[in-house]
């Protein structure tokens, strides 16, 4: 697949990211290892009879299991924190504070093989980082009491930078393994949460819809497209245009009467799309040989 192409299937996981916080509110009081436990079931099930449905099923038995392990861990990890993160803390400040993780692929990145950290990229970097750090001041300073859960957000976005970075370098796993790891993701938090929490299902058909709604999209389809992406495409560009996700997520929450609109937002969409854009430049920019 060429490099646009998985580049583009790849931002289609970030347009499926702005609704995460809104669904995660909505399916309240399901705690976090029981939210995790329904919605990877959701997507590892999907993606199941996707495979199937594919032909792909000879694929999976070339997977090593240390790719598995390491994509479930990867998957329980980061959802797990950012469900608890939600749950402690107001969900606009910390959904945003989980979405540093951009900025951690972004430096991050140039350690990987065959990539090369430009000076667009790092300007692009901190220059979308400075929009989603307005939006993230705005709210610490009008939230209080809810440090631990601000650093929880933050382990999260760690975590799902490491994630995307080692999921780079297994290029040679199928996109079909996400399936098996969102369904050994389940089956994890299943367990855990019947060991460690008490259990509380979603209050009445909208919020059995949220948890619907997060199984097939942000915790669904938007983690095999990411897959693609990540290991096809432009990791760099992917992370600095990622920075949308926290904007756009905010405004989900905005239009559903769950955070307050300002004029900080308008600022900040404009230091992030300049920051994207600043990035794509650099990302595209090819060295030409000397004539001669």
Same mark, same amino acid.
């Given at each position: 697949?060429?490099?646009?192409?998985?580049?583009?299937?790849?931002?289609?996981?970030?347009?499926?990211?702005?609704?995460?916080?809104?669904?995660?509110?909505?399916?309240?009081?399901?705690?976090?290892?029981?939210?995790?436990?329904?919605?990877?079931?959701?997507?590892?099930?999907?993606?199941?009879?996707?495979?199937?449905?594919?032909?792909?099923?000879?694929?999976?038995?070339?997977?090593?299991?240390?790719?598995?392990?390491?994509?479930?861990?990867?998957?329980?990890?980061?959802?797990?924190?950012?469900?608890?993160?939600?749950?402690?803390?107001?969900?606009?400040?910390?959904?945003?504070?989980?979405?540093?993780?951009?900025?951690?692929?972004?430096?991050?990145?140039?350690?990987?093989?065959?990539?090369?950290?430009?000076?667009?990229?790092?300007?692009?970097?901190?220059?979308?980082?400075?929009?989603?750090?307005?939006?993230?001041?705005?709210?610490?300073?009008?939230?209080?009491?809810?440090?631990?859960?601000?650093?929880?957000?933050?382990?999260?976005?760690?975590?799902?930078?490491?994630?995307?970075?080692?999921?780079?370098?297994?290029? *040679? &796993?199928?996109? !079909?393994?996400? #399936? $098996?790891?969102?369904?050994?993701? /389940?089956? =994890?938090?299943?367990? @855990?949460?019947?060991?460690?929490?008490?259990?509380?299902?979603?209050?009445?058909?909208?919020?059995?819809?949220?948890?619907?709604?997060?199984?097939?999209?942000?915790?669904?389809?938007?983690?095999?497209?990411?897959?693609?992406?990540?290991?096809?495409?432009?990791?760099?560009?992917?992370?600095?245009?990622?920075?949308?996700?926290?904007?756009?997520?905010?405004?989900?929450?905005?239009?559903?009467?769950?955070?307050?609109? *300002? &004029?900080?937002? !308008?600022?900040? #969409? $404009?230091?992030?799309?300049?920051? /994207?854009? =600043?990035?794509?430049? @650099?990302?595209?920019?090819?060295?030409?040989?000397?004539?001669?």
């Amino acid at each position: 697949m060429e490099r646009s192409k998985a580049t583009a299937i790849g931002f289609s996981a970030v347009a499926l990211w702005s609704l995460l916080a809104l669904f995660t509110v909505a399916s309240s009081p399901v705690p976090p290892l029981l939210l995790n436990a329904l919605t990877f079931a959701v997507g590892g099930g999907v993606g199941l009879i996707w495979v199937i449905a594919t032909g792909g099923l000879a694929q999976l038995k070339s997977v090593p299991l240390s790719a598995y392990a390491f994509g479930t861990l990867g998957l329980f990890g980061y959802h797990f924190l950012y469900f608890t993160a939600l749950r402690m803390a107001p969900a606009a400040e910390a959904g945003l504070i989980c979405y540093l993780w951009p900025l951690f692929i972004v430096l991050f990145s140039g350690l990987l093989p065959g990539e090369t950290l430009r000076a667009g990229h790092i300007a692009g970097a901190l220059l979308a980082f400075a929009g989603a750090a307005l939006i993230v001041a705005q709210g610490l300073s009008a939230v209080s009491g809810a440090l631990t859960g601000y650093g929880v957000a933050f382990l999260a976005a760690l975590t799902w930078a490491g994630y995307s970075l080692g999921s780079r370098r297994l290029k *040679s &796993v199928p996109t !079909a393994a996400v #399936a $098996v790891t969102c369904l050994m993701t /389940a089956l =994890l938090s299943i367990a @855990a949460h019947l060991a460690l929490e008490t259990t509380a299902w979603p209050v009445g058909p909208l919020g059995w819809l949220a948890v619907l709604g997060l199984g097939l999209g942000p915790v669904g389809l938007a983690f095999y497209t990411w897959d693609v992406g990540v290991k096809g495409g432009d990791i760099q560009l992917l992370g600095t245009a990622s920075y949308a996700a926290p904007l756009l997520s905010t405004l989900v929450l905005v239009v559903a009467g769950m955070a307050a609109g *300002s &004029v900080t937002l !308008a600022v900040a #969409a $404009v230091l992030i799309t300049g920051g /994207a854009a =600043l990035a794509a430049r @650099a990302g595209t920019r090819v060295t030409r040989p000397k004539a001669g």
